[in-house]
């Protein structure tokens, strides 16, 4: 049984992967001799990948751009469960700030990035991009999530004199907790294709985006391609990492609430 089900996993991740890079090798092969190096193919990609993707610049690289989407990420799950509390729980601070946050999650963030870019240095507009791409996604989860705890739970509270601060933080934070840490994770894959935009359009001088342009400038593609899929791997690990944490701390907690 167990077996079957690690069987069904790998199924699971081996079949897509086959079937788009299958596309993509076709793809590569049919394109016009004079569009062909805009599209390589995977092998060659992946060739260049082995070559440059663990060279001291690409490590350096990778790690200044992971330190900066990682603290936008973190600065922006912070103020948006903040924001989402307060907002939640007090009546004008909901009207003052709901506005601007929604309209912050409707206006694209190539505008944000083209106007950040006039007043923030550029080591630091990458940060400040992937802290407002998580901020109205964490406010919205955590606003509507303490709106629509139950009734029942805010009249036992009542009941039993519970003061309101402790209501907040002992009961209702508590029971959204699933539901945050899955907008954790979709807020992480914002912040890192939103910051990863960022130093594409602003070039700091560390980065995988800075990589991606000067390769872009040089027209080999093949480094474009490949530094690309250092991108996307680095998503898919830390994404993995965060899930598997915030799984471990709902367990926990369950486990916890089992022994009361």
């Known amino acids: 049984m167990v077996r079957n089900k690690t069987l069904d996993k790998i199924i699971k991740v081996a079949l897509p992967l086959i079937f788009w890079i299958g596309i993509w090798e076709a793809a590569s092969l049919v394109v016009r001799d004079e569009l062909k190096l805009f599209l390589p193919g995977p092998a060659a990609v992946f060739l260049k990948w082995l070559k440059v993707g663990f060279t001291a610049e690409y490590l350096s690289a990778a790690g200044a751009t992971l ?6 990420f973190l ?3 912070a103020v948006g469960l903040v924001l989402g509390t307060v907002t939640a729980n007090v009546k004008i601070t909901d009207i003052l700030f709901s506005p601007a946050l929604k309209i912050v999650r409707a206006v694209p963030v190539v505008s944000f990035i083209i106007l950040a870019f006039l007043f923030i240095d550029v080591d630091r ?3 400040f991009i992937s802290f407002l791409m998580v ?23 009542r009941v039993f004199r519970v003061g309101k601060l402790k209501t907040l933080f002992g009961v209702k934070l508590p029971q959204i907790l699933p539901g945050f840490f899955t907008v954790s994770v979709s807020a992480l894959g914002f912040a890192w294709k939103s910051g990863v935009a960022a130093e594409v359009l602003c070039t700091p001088g560390t980065s995988l985006g800075h990589i991606i342009y000067s390769a872009k400038a040089n ?3 093949d480094e474009v391609y490949a530094a690309t899929l250092t991108v996307v791997l680095l998503s898919i690990i830390i994404e993995m990492i965060l899930k598997t944490v915030c799984r471990r701390i709902v367990a926990r907690k369950g486990e916890k609430n089992a022994e009361a």
């Open 75 to 77: 600065l922006g799950v």
């Open 219 to 221: 027209l080999d593609f």
């Open 67 to 72: 330190v900066r989407v990682f603290a936008g």
């Open 125 to 127: 507009l990458p940060v």
């Open 135 to 157: 901020v109205p996604m964490v406010w919205q989860n955590v606003h509507d999530g303490l709106k629509n705890t139950s009734t029942e739970l805010d009249e036992m509270c």
